[in-house]
């Protein structure tokens, strides 16, 4: 499993997803690689990707069209927060996605009793043909 990541994944704000992607590999003896820069790397037929942002998802779909890879035959591909657009690209991008409507529900819940804290929302997979 391959992790895409770049120069801009700090200010993206996604540390805290390419822990959860080590945590998740270390933890089910994943052979994995954590990758900052998409720049000079080729995709590899029976690689998969779990990219940490829409920029790298662009930029993969782009680079697996150039090669003649077929998503979800030839390379596999994650993305986090599903869109409606990740349900039309290439087919059908996979998504590890959290449950916005509860996200908001809760938010609004802590707003009216003036609450704050940190809380777990759910996430699920959303399997399409990227995987």
Known sequence: MRSAGDAFSRREGTGGRVDGFKRFCEENEIEYEVIYSLSN???KKGEAYFVMSDRNLVRMVKKA????LELGE???LVSFNDTVLKEVVAGGITTISTDFKL???TLAELVERKKSGKLRNPSALIRRKSL
């Open 41 to 43: 790397r080729k995709v």
């Open 65 to 68: 069209a150039e090669a003649k």
């Open 74 to 76: 030839d390379l596999g």
């Open 103 to 105: 996200m908001g529900e």
